[in-house]
């Protein structure tokens, strides 16, 4: 089992910046990729970024690339979102998620709001 705690979200002005973390709990150990997803209201929610937990490759959906930076802390079993020029738009409960294998993602946090005024 893997645990998962979010942080770092709230409030924030079109145009600013804020930084997720989660941090993982259990059979880090074991940890094949990790991943942070996004559910705005009324919509399904959707991948946001993804890394491999060993390597550190990261790998981003289109239309966050340049705008979001998805790193890891391996000694401190955390994980980050860093996020710049934020908007609207970007209003959703963020989601950190982990998977033991290649397969889908197994172990979902609680979720952190972020919230973008215009």
């Not at 559910?39 to 937990?53: C, H, N, S």
């Amino acid at each position: 089992q893997v645990q998962l705690v979010e942080s770092g979200g709230g409030l924030v002005q079109a145009g600013g910046s804020l930084r997720l973390s989660c941090a993982a709990s259990g059979r880090t150990f074991s940890i094949h990729s990790m991943g942070w997803f996004r559910q705005a209201p009324g919509k399904e929610r959707e991948f946001v970024a993804g890394i491999y937990w060993s390597g550190g490759s990261a790998y981003y959906r289109d239309s966050v690339k340049g705008q979001f930076t998805i790193s890891r802390d391996k000694d401190k079993n955390t994980m980050y979102l860093q996020m710049s020029s934020l908007t609207p738009e970007d209003t959703a409960v963020y989601y950190c998620a982990a998977k033991l294998g290649p397969g889908n993602f197994d172990y979902w946090g609680q979720g952190t709001q972020v919230t973008v005024s215009s």
